[in-house]
């Protein structure tokens, strides 16, 4: 079994763990309130997320500049602001739906693949490079885009959120590649 | 136990897809709205 770090060695690990810990609470609440199993698929993952988060290894690098911290918190928080017109035809919510749950299963795929490698601010840790990681550099990114994307459907609105949150996916993997070469 | 719960998740994925597809009413009126972590 893996040793969890130490809470002071580790501070923002357990911070994201406890924010996980609390999604995960959300989903399962989600799940027993509509009985969508998208929602017992993303408890997985926030669980998963949280266990790999107290885990996690030690960083060897992480990003100087603050911002890029502020921005990855940021760019993780955005997709909450995704708004919905009453008058959303079902297709749309539909397709919405099995975008969410298709980017969604990559994003929780990724997850188990980086493992104990998992951080939320770009850091430094040991490289994977197995599963979808062998095909896509940000995989977890990928998903999350895949999923945001459906949302457009149901605002037009929803158009600038998703390029603000695409740019930012795309200044978080840069930051990353960086980091990481 | 890596490659179980990769599995797992394909299975309930591809579950909650069929759920989506099948359902006649609007059960989605709350699309899900999840933090990108």
């Known amino acids: ?181 | 136990m890596k490659k179980f719960f990769q599995v797992l998740t394909i299975v309930l994925a591809l579950m909650a897809v069929v759920q989506v597809v099948t359902s006649q009413e609007q059960a989605h009126a709350d699309p899900f709205h999840e933090p990108g972590i």
């Not at chain 1, 911070?15 to 799940?31: N, P, R, S, W």
């Not at chain 1, 919905?84 to 397709?95: P, T």
């Open chain 1, 1 to 181: 079994m893996r040793s969890i770090n130490h809470f002071k060695a580790d501070l923002t690990g357990w911070i994201g763990a406890l924010c996980m810990l609390v999604f995960a609470v959300i989903a399962i609440y989600k799940f027993n309130q509509s009985g969508l199993l998208f929602f017992l698929m993303l408890f997985l993952r926030d669980i998963f997320a949280a266990w790999f988060l107290i885990t996690r290894e030690i960083s060897q690098q992480k990003a100087t500049n603050k911002i890029y911290e502020l921005l990855a918190y940021t760019s993780s928080a955005l997709p909450l602001f995704y708004i919905q017109q009453s008058d959303a035809s079902l297709f749309a919510l539909k397709l919405c739906s099995l975008m969410a749950i298709f980017g969604f299963m990559i994003s929780t795929l990724a997850l188990f693949e980086l493992g104990t490698s998992f951080g939320i601010s770009p850091t430094k840790r040991s490289i994977r490079d197995g599963g979808l990681y062998r095909y896509f550099r940000h995989p977890m990114y990928l998903g999350y885009v895949i999923a945001e994307s459906g949302f457009m459907l149901l605002s037009p609105l929803n158009i600038g959120l998703f390029v603000i949150s695409v740019i930012m996916y795309w200044l978080r993997a840069k930051t990353e590649n960086k980091i990481l070469r």
